[in-house]
């Protein structure tokens, strides 16, 4: 199947290619036997070099597992993923190990995905150390660089993530996942946790690091709105199928799916204060 | 039902290998019951002999094993040396006499720790609950041996109660009351020790359990509800407090036989503990195997009901080993 | 209209270890009338939830309403005992919390949980209770009613469980609901559901709401008036068609400002970066000289620093407390 790039027309590689992954979970159902749920169902795309792909669907649709699997957390049941020219899906554990440091996936709720025990500078400082490619005065350096390249100050290492505000702790999360000097982030609900104003923070720091850093971003979300701004690229997904896909601008203006309308439609607005409510 | 049988043949399984282990163990270990007549120079090497072919000391290790096997099956769970007797009898004598101290010790801990711990959560960080922890602590800190002495001591002086054993002298003439006294006043002391030593443990752990609690968000929603406080407290807040609380009790439960050796040895109490206690250093082979035994079955029926009574009371628990 | 409502000048603050203390709300004061829905927009930092906690008396322990008044119905709540408290919290004013998850107790029946709510506050017997329970979720779960009632809250999703918690509250028929980001851990759909139940509430019971999000959006079309709370301090209050399309004051402008409409989304304006209001609506200790906003403010004057503004009266109801307006 010959899966399009968008990325100004040019056919570039993409950095990530996502053909027919299949995730299967076994279950027992109430009748007592056993039942395969599908989480994903032959999904296939593609994320060019330093696009942000938005994956959007409602809680079921598979939207997270496709993070897992994407990020080798899980393994799919078939189906291959290709990252950077090589089929992680087919890799050795070994090899697959070395692939991982260029993904890096940044959680919804940044007080589960950092240790409550460790002070910042440790948080920092522990994927550093991982590598094991910097000397000790280094690593120290890289962990400073690192912070003000998020917008937190130095003065912050000493601190625990509880005494930080949601949008520094989240600000926090994308440091430790660039120390590892990704190509590759995949943001799972990672705004949705924080405060309106506080988003649009972080989307624009989000941006920005794309500026500079050249990373390529899937954003998965059911904020239809950030994923409008923010996206290159919208996939829909719905019970674990590619519904819809293209580029932001068509699925928006001339959604083809039901369930992409619904999406649409369900979208809480501000302009919303001149219509009357809605009814679903 | 599924998981209780399955839990219950896994205890099974226990109970066969830990009595394996306990053979080897004893029998492997130097040494018979016989050694001591041996250095009597008045007994006859031909009797020795004799003695220990009829207890089948010369036998191999798995034939002895099948043929105590053969015994428990037959209720005789093999013989004892020093009192020339199967062992059955004595065991469960012994047993029944620790089991009425321990069930007493555990009922009346337990129905002091609940209240106190409750009492202590509700009033977490004020004085009232720092002056608790204080006590507790150091309750926990002296050792059960002394406390136990200590208990002695005292009752030496002031002559309150019985200094030891489990009954009079004269317990078989008196009345059906008069016997159920002479027993209360036995067993105070003996009771009183294992209440003081476990009962700081529990404390704590009650306090800690109703506290975690006490600030969940669904008390608060409750309280938004307006829910009266005595509902709040037993209806609800007990009931999610209860699971660690249910372990713990799992854990009493299988401390029933063994927890109280220390207090049975210095109150002179005619428990289990005593009695394993001479077998071991008398090699009274059989004795100590049973003993072993009977300890672990009660220690693994702990676990068992422990898991039962929170499939029960959880019901997260409940719906999720039916999931898978 | 008489209101049913009437808060009065609440300063809340929390005393913190150490002796320090941190004021969450100030000179709070807004009226609240029967059928109404008041949407209070705030973010973390804001005070929104000691709003809501302050409302029944249910701060924690460390929490104390230094001055103000709470009238509800004539009385003033802040001077109710703890029995009357009681008696009001639940059957007259009902709160319903944010994270459903967390908000149900984990090991007791949906159904039964909102049999206790009514058993706790009437006095009828237990087959005229359950008959009422039964009725009260029939009315949010229609056909699946039932089987929600016997089901665990960890059997259920996050719409349902958010239903269950609506149940308790409106099973005495409360004349006010206060419901703290009842919305906040859903999916939009399910938001949409619930907020129509809200909306349906109000239209048949005539319940009156202060509905507590971070989402301004989830007003539009939905709440009657919108109070800006920031730094524990009304900033704007108003009509909610005038706020959310016109607001006023400099952080309610920011707020809607950095937000990404999507109708307004196109390839040009995609990926650029959206305005945003610089800095961190940490807590703010006190004592604090002059507006709260005014380190983040892009219309920051002179007076901002040496006095807090007072409310204006910009007409129409809309009051904003700025120096821009007067004050």
């Known amino acids: 199947m010959e899966v399009e790039t968008f990325h100004g027309g040019q056919n570039m590689q993409p950095l990530l290619k996502v053909e027919k992954v299949v995730k299967a979970y076994y279950a027992k159902n109430a009748a007592g036997s056993r039942e395969k749920l599908l989480a994903l169902d032959g999904v296939s795309f593609a994320v060019a070099q330093g696009d942000t792909l938005a994956v959007v669907g409602e809680s079921g649709s598979g939207k997270s597992t496709l993070g897992s699997c994407i990020s080798c957390l899980e393994i799919p049941t078939s189906g291959s993923i290709w990252f950077e020219g090589r089929d992680i899906v087919a890799l050795a554990e070994s090899e697959r190990r070395k692939v991982r440091p260029r993904i890096q996936l940044i959680f919804q709720d940044p007080s589960n995905s950092l240790n409550p025990r460790w002070s910042v500078e440790e948080i920092l400082l522990e994927p550093l150390t991982l590598q094991g490619k910097l000397k000790r005065e280094e690593t120290k350096q890289r962990a400073v660089d690192l912070m003000t ?18 949008g520094q702790r989240q600000r926090l999360a994308i440091a430790r996942a660039l120390a590892l000097e990704p190509k590759l982030l995949i943001l799972d609900e990672a705004l949705s946790a924080l405060d309106c104003s506080v988003q649009a923070q972080i989307a624009n720091l989000l941006m920005e690091l794309q500026r500079t850093l050249g990373m390529s971003y899937l954003f998965i979300t059911h904020d239809l709105a950030m994923a409008a701004h923010l996206a290159d690229e919208i996939v829909v997904l719905n019970r674990g199928r590619v519904v819809e896909q ?12 039901e369930i992409t309308r619904h999406l649409l439609a369900a979208m809480p607005s501000l302009n919303n204060a001149a219509r009357p409510p809605l009814e679903l | 039902m599924r998981f209780f049988l399955r839990r219950l043949s896994h205890a099974f399984l226990l109970l ?37 072919a009829q207890y089948q000391l010369d036998r191999p290790l798995p034939v002895r094993y099948v ?87 005292l009752t030496v002086r002031t002559g309150w109660f019985p200094t030891g054993s489990m009954t009079s002298l004269d317990f ?81 439960i299988g401390a029933l036989l063994s927890g109280s050796l220390l207090v049975e040895v210095v109150m002179s109490w005619p428990g289990l503990g005593p009695l394993l206690l001479e077998s071991i250093l008398s090699r009274d082979l059989y004795v100590v195997i049973d003993g072993v035994l009977f300890s672990t079955m009660f220690l693994v029926s702990g676990n068992l009901i422990a898991d039962i009574l929170l499939y029960w009371a959880d019901p997260r628990i409940r719906t999720e080993s039916a999931a898978r | 209209m008489v209101p049913i409502l009437e808060v009065q000048d609440l300063d809340v603050s929390y005393s913190l270890p150490g002796g320090a203390s941190y004021t969450a709300l100030a000179g709070v004061s807004f009226q609240l009338v029967a059928g109404e829905i008041l949407g209070v927009l705030g973010e973390s930092g804001s005070g929104k939830s000691t709003l809501a906690a302050s409302l029944l ?89 039932d089987r929600i009632s016997n089901s665990y809250p960890h059997q259920l999703s996050g719409g349902q469980r958010q239903r269950v918690l609506i149940a ?37 019971l005539g319940l009156a709401m202060i509905f507590i999000t971070h989402n301004p959006a989830l007003l539009a079309g939905f709440a009657d008036r919108v109070l800006v709370l920031y730094g524990g301090r009304v900033a704007e209050l108003g009509p909610a068609r005038t706020v959310l399309s016109s607001p006023r004051h400099p952080y309610t402008q920011g707020l809607f400002q950095s937000m990404p409409q999507i109708l307004e989304s196109t390839d040009t304006k995609r990926k650029t970066k959206l305005p945003m209001i610089a800095g961190d609506s940490s807590a703010v200790p006190l004592p604090f000289e002059g507006c709260v906003f005014e380190p983040r403010c892009p219309d920051r004057m002179e007076d901002c620093r040496k006095r807090e503004p007072a409310l204006v009266n910009l007409g129409e109801s809309h009051t904003v407390s700025c120096f821009k307006y007067g004050g």
């Not at chain 2, 306090?207 to 938004?224: I, K, N, S, T, Y």
């Open chain 2, 67 to 153: 043929s105590w096997m053969n015994s428990v099956l037959h209720g005789q769970m093999g013989f004892s040396f020093a009192y020339n007797s199967p062992v059955a009898p004595i065991l469960f004598v012994r047993a029944r006499n620790t089991l009425l101290l321990t069930i007493t010790a555990t009922l009346i801990a337990w129905g002091i720790a609940l209240p106190l711990g409750v009492w202590s959560a509700e009033r977490f960080g004020r004085l009232p609950d720092r002056l608790l922890s204080w006590a507790t602590a150091a309750l926990l800190v002296i050792p059960d041996l002394a406390l136990a002495l200590g208990l002695l001591v």
């Open chain 2, 172 to 252: 078989g003439s008196l009345s059906l009351g008069g016997k159920f006294r002479d027993l209360a006043l036995h067993m105070t002391l003996p009771v009183a020790a294992l209440v003081l030593s476990g009962l700081p443990l529990l404390i704590r752990h009650v306090r800690a359990a109703v506290a975690e609690v006490l600030d969940a968000p669904f008390m608060l929603a409750a309280r938004g509800h307006g829910i009266p406080r005595r509902t709040l407290l037993y209806r609800y807040a007990l009931r999610v407090a209860a699971n660690p609380l249910i372990s713990l009790f799992g854990f009493s």
């Open chain 1, 149 to 166: 390249q998020v917008g937190l100050s130095s003065d912050m290492f000493e601190r625990w993530p509880a005494q930080l505000s949601g």
């Open chain 1, 246 to 257: 293209g580029p932001a601008e068509k699925i928006l203006r001339h959604p083809k799916e």
């Open chain 3, 57 to 145: 008396k249910l701060l924690p322990s460390n929490g104390n309403i230094s001055k103000g008044s709470v009238f509800f119905e004539g009385k003033d709540l802040l001077c109710a005992s703890a029995g009357e408290l009681e008696r009001i919290r639940g059957k007259r004013i009902s709160l319903v919390y944010q994270e459903p998850s967390v908000a149900l107790h984990p090991a007791i029946r949906a159904g039964e949980q909102v049999f206790q709510v009514l058993a706790a506050h009437e006095s009828a017997g237990k087959n005229t209770l359950r008959q009422k329970t039964r009725q009260v979720l029939g009315s949010l779960f229609l056909e699946e009613a």
């Open chain 3, 168 to 204: 308790q509250a409106i099973a005495c028929g409360p004349s006010l609901l206060i419901a703290d980001e009842p919305t906040a851990s859903l999916d939009p759909t399910t938001q949409m559901e619930i907020l129509g139940v809200f909306r349906t509430l109000r239209d048949q």
């Open chain 2, 16 to 52: 066969v290998g830990v009595s394996i282990l306990a053979f080897l163990f004893t029998t492997l270990a130097p040494g018979n019951y016989f050694d001591e007549m041996r250095l009597n120079p008045q007994i006859a090497p031909e009797t020795m002999a004799a003695l220990r």
